[in-house]
């Protein structure tokens, strides 16, 4: 990587310029570039504002190569593409609405490009080439500056290696980009680069277990989480955990502010019931999240994130719209901090899902990036959540790494197989998620433990057939630590609970291969080893059928 060229765009004294020299009247670059890491410091002379500041780097690629590129955020698609792939993102046409609206807010419409162009991949924070078993992963060694966007052009031969540094002024030193190269196989090059960050394997245990969420989503109350934990308690298999979804409060961001028509008993009988059956108990909270209509928000929009002309952000459509707390306040960390004390240590919750954390960081602001925020909010949670655990949800990845014991690393499953997911790559998708299961893999046991979402195996509220039911379940279990139902599982015929035992049996479990076969650019091919046992899976994940 010794030999990249550098594009910047910058603002300074009222004037912008275009530049690729490494030194200007207004800044000088220092740089160490070897052929496997490049290392940028930014020392301005004057105050300076980086609109646009990029590396390209030379490499071949080969007709046979895959390519894969990490997506902004847990939900946001991202699976292995060949060479002259079309990228799957939104359509040109949209784009104007999700910079204009909520829409798009869980995305990154707002700061990045929107590509249909074959061969032209982006993403954020890692990126690799893999041409059979040999890999060139490419990766931000920190997003606290900023977050990293690699993008491919593989027509040209490039790599084009971006720092998002909106929003900032720099006014001394500041590293304005650090990544690096790493070759050889699956294993070597993922260990050397969590290495290199300085992050140690996770020792989280694999779980087993519930949510609420996928089959009475927010219409939840006490005798439903009492007639599905008594049926879950009766499954002869080891089930870790039982989770109350979104639901249980009068509003998102109210979180102490339980419904009591739901949960006439409150939440900490819910959690002795569930610690009754010998089960940790786990809640969902949006901790930076307020609906329009929460009292939180309504009484302190003073400790929301706001834009410089002082209007609230919003950061997107969920419960009619919602905004985000800025934890540069003090009184809203006081406000995270008292109401985590509470679900923790008074209600004696064990794990908490954390969902919509992206809106920490939804716009530059303080004179700080979107990364370093991002990175920021994630120490503060780690803070505010002790020993307890975390589930992450809706989050970029890499801020997350070595903070949650566990992390969503796909979109929210569907009740069906196949939706149009024109709106934007974090909608729901059963498709999306199950490809980003597959090749998200490498961050399983290493950042934290892979939370491929729910495998449903129910009759009821599904349209799907069992065929594509069970194909999720195994996907899940090949390449998730979070196995979770949200069915009632008192209510299974024979079938589908010797499928609940089959995945929730806590097997070893290796996976040899993973990838399209280019035949069919459709069919995922899987090799593995299971308990010793050599196997293979196929299925079109674009028809959901094994094949």
Not at 92 to 112: C, D, I, N, Q
Not at 272 to 278: Q, V
Not at 330 to 342: G, K, L, M, S, T
Not at 478 to 492: A, Q, R
Request: net charge negative; aromatic share 14%; charged share 25%.
């Amino acid at each position: 990587m010794e030999k990249f060229s550098l594009h910047i765009e910058y603002r300074a004294n009222g004037t912008n310029y275009t530049t690729s020299d490494f030194e200007t009247p207004d800044f000088k670059i220092d740089y160490t570039a070897f052929q496997n890491h490049i290392v940028l410091k930014l020392i301005p002379k004057t105050a300076v504002e980086i609109t646009d500041l990029s590396v390209t780097v030379p490499y071949t690629f080969g007709t046979n190569d895959r390519i894969f590129l990490n997506g902004y955020q847990s939900w946001t698609d991202c699976r292995e593409m060949f060479v002259d792939d079309i990228p799957q993102h939104t359509s040109g046409l949209s784009t104007p609405v999700f910079r204009h609206t909520m829409l798009g807010a869980s995305g990154a419409y707002t700061f990045t490009e929107n590509i249909k162009t074959p061969g032209e991949f982006s993403g954020f924070s890692y990126m690799y080439v893999r041409n059979e078993e040999k890999y060139d992963l490419f990766a931000s060694l920190t997003e606290r500056t900023g977050y990293t966007l690699f993008k491919t052009k593989t027509r040209s031969n490039e790599i084009i290696i971006k720092k998002d540094l909106d929003g900032i002024v720099i006014s001394e030193e500041y590293e304005v980009l650090n990544i690096a190269q790493f070759s050889g196989d699956e294993n070597d090059v993922f260990d050397k680069w969590f290495a290199a960050i300085g992050v140690k394997k996770s020792d989280a245990k694999p779980m087993n277990g519930y949510t609420t969420w996928y089959n009475y989503y927010p219409h939840i109350n006490e005798k439903i989480v009492h007639d599905d934990l008594e049926a879950l308690s009766k499954v002869d298999a080891d089930i870790d955990i039982f989770q109350i979804d979104d639901g249980f409060q009068t509003a998102t961001g109210d979180w102490l502010s339980v419904d009591s028509e739901k949960f006439p008993n409150g939440m900490k009988a819910a959690v002795e019931k569930i610690h009754a059956k010998d089960m940790l108990a786990g809640l969902w909270l949006a901790p930076f999240g307020a609906q329009f209509t929460s009292k939180l928000l309504k009484e302190h929009k003073d400790w929301f994130i706001k834009q410089p002309n002082g209007r609230l952000v919003k950061c997107g459509p969920n419960w009619g719209g919602f905004c985000a707390l800025d934890i540069e306040i003090p009184e809203a960390r006081e406000y995270i901090r008292h109401f985590f004390d509470v679900v923790l240590n008074e209600w004696g919750f064990d794990l908490v899902k954390l969902d919509f954390l992206y809106a920490a960081a939804i716009i530059p602001y303080h004179n700080k990036t979107r990364g370093q925020l991002m990175c920021e909010a994630m120490d503060f949670l780690r803070e505010c959540v002790g020993d307890k655990k975390i589930l992450g949800c809706g989050v970029p990845l890499m801020p997350a790494f070595g903070k949650v014991e566990y992390c969503r690393i796909g979109a929210d499953m569907d009740l069906r197989w196949y939706k149009p997911t024109f709106c934007h790559r974090e909608f729901v998708s059963t498709i999306n998620t199950l490809g980003n299961s597959v090749f998200r893999r490498q961050l399983n046991g290493r950042a934290f433990l892979n939370d491929p979402d729910v495998f449903l195996l129910r009759e009821n509220n599904m349209h799907m057939t069992f065929e594509q039911r069970c194909i999720i379940a195994t996907v899940n279990k090949l390449f998730g630590s979070v196995l979770f139902t949200s069915d009632n599982v008192g209510d299974y015929r024979d079938e589908q609970m010797n499928k609940l035992l089959e995945v929730f049996r806590k097997d070893d479990i290796q996976i040899l291969r993973a990838e399209f076969l280019p035949e069919s650019r459709r069919v995922l091919d899987i090799d593995y080893v299971i308990n010793g046992e050599f196997k293979n899976f196929r299925f079109d994940l674009q028809h959901g059928k094994i094949v």
